[in-house]
């Protein structure tokens, strides 16, 4: 049987900052429907690939492709293909000025000419997926942490995106919103037939949403495998990661938060 196209496909990937290599030899292939999970203590890179995810940060080596494309490097063909993946950043990035109903209809306002009924309606639409309808007409300073994360969540789909991407979607949430948060990135893959990837510290909510798991150690991806074959793995670096234990493989500085640990 022939495996369907990648969303993402990357392969000899090297990132630099600067002259330093953060990242080597990255292999990564994310099927259509997976969630993804992209783990690491801090400062390994993730973040940085995620900038090679988007275009922001083009390859020293080895090649991006996305939603069937190369990655462009730069110009018009960048931004279209931009429109067509949904960035969740860390902080939720909505103005306070407007009400969620308005932050939601920003892109689509900026990148269509869509009549202001339709945008109306769709922005309805992505208000009812995250379960904010009624907080339309509210103002960001009015809404709980995991509220704001949501209506920033309504936003990143405003312009229906087949590959979602999160940046720490859970930093700053309680236990009780993170559930929340996590359930809607899975139930929302699944109902709108996306394409997740999910790069986060919290280990213990993101694994059970997860499809398969990514670690990134040491400049490269040192484990790739389903959440259960994570946890059975008995590479020392893993176990120390999943166990947030101060000693191990990984420099005291650069271990993870304790598992639930508020951000
Ligand atoms: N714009 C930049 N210029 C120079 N160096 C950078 C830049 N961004 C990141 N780095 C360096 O690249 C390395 C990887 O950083 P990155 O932000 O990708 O890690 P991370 O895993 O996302 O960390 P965190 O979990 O703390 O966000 C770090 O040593 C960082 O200092």
Not at 11 to 20: A, E, I, K, S, V
Not at 28 to 36: D, F, K, Y
Not at 134 to 162: F, I, K, N, T
Not at 164 to 174: A, C, Q
Request: with cysteine; net charge negative.
């Amino acid at each position: 049987m022939t495996q369907p196209s990648p969303i993402v496909a990357l392969h000899g990937l090297r990132l630099t900052r600067g002259d330093r290599t953060i990242l080597s030899d990255v292999e990564l292939r994310v099927a259509p429907g997976e969630i993804v999970a992209v783990l690491g203590p801090s400062g390994c890179g993730k973040s940085t690939l995620l900038a090679a995810l988007t275009g922001e940060l083009p390859p020293a080596a080895g090649t991006v492709e996305v939603l069937g494309q190369p990655m462009p490097s730069g110009g018009r063909a960048l931004l279209e293909l931009r429109r067509r993946i949904g960035v969740l950043l860390q902080g939720n990035g909505l103005l306070t000025d407007l009400s969620v109903a308005e932050n939601v209809a920003l892109p689509l306002r900026t990148h269509t000419d869509l009549p202001d009924v339709l945008i109306r309606r769709l922005v309805d639409m992505k208000l009812h997926a995250v379960g904010l309808r009624a907080a339309a007409d509210a103002y960001p300073r009015e809404l709980s942490g995991g509220m704001a994360r949501r209506v920033a969540l309504a936003r990143a789909l405003a312009l229906d995106p087949p590959l979602m991407i999160y940046d720490e979607p859970l930093t700053g949430l309680d236990p009780i919103a993170s559930g929340v948060v996590m359930s809607l990135v899975r139930r929302l893959n699944d109902t709108l037939g996306l394409t997740s990837i999910v790069v986060t510290h919290h280990v213990h909510e993101t694994l059970p949403i997860a499809d398969r798991a990514l670690v990134i150690a040491n400049g490269g991806i040192v484990f790739a495998g389903t959440p259960a074959e994570l946890e059975r793995s008995d590479d020392a670096f893993v176990q120390q990661f999943l166990r947030g234990a101060p000693d191990g493989p990984i420099a005291f500085d650069a271990a993870p938060r304790a598992a639930g640990a508020v951000a």
